[in-house]
């Protein structure tokens, strides 16, 4: 929803300053080049500013993207540099599930329950 109540006003201030920029041209021809610049400055700096406070999430969820490509990158170079030194190939080299663990405990004992 914030998105499309910015693009309204943004939207708006432009179209205002086309009505504006017509009228100019009609009923003062010769101030029509400062009227174009100061408009583009103003839309300029409206543009900034909505780029700045709408888009904050984006910049840091882009970056730690880009954080973890590097390091998927640097896995997968340790990767093939181990499997060009040892001679190995990729499917010979199996993994191993490192997040699983055994939990001891008596499996072959059935507990004896009150309700069946």
Excluded: D
């Excluded at 400055?41 to 970056?63: C, D, M, P, V």
Aim: proline fraction near 1%; hydrophobic fraction near 40%.
């Amino acid at each position: 929803m914030r998105g499309k109540s910015a693009y309204l006003f943004l939207s708006i201030i432009i179209l205002l300053s086309i009505v504006g920029l017509a009228s100019t041209l009609i009923m003062n021809p010769s101030h029509i080049f400062r009227y174009i610049i100061v408009s583009a400055i103003i839309i300029g700096i409206i543009y900034l500013l909505a780029q700045k406070f709408f888009a904050t999430n984006r910049g840091s969820e882009h970056r730690a993207f880009l954080k973890a490509a590097r390091s998927s990158k640097k896995r997968l170079k340790k990767k093939e540099s181990y499997m060009k030194t040892s001679g190995r190939s990729a499917k010979k080299i199996r993994r191993e599930a490192t997040h699983l663990t055994v939990i001891e405990g008596k499996k072959g004992k059935r507990k004896s329950r009150a309700f069946h």
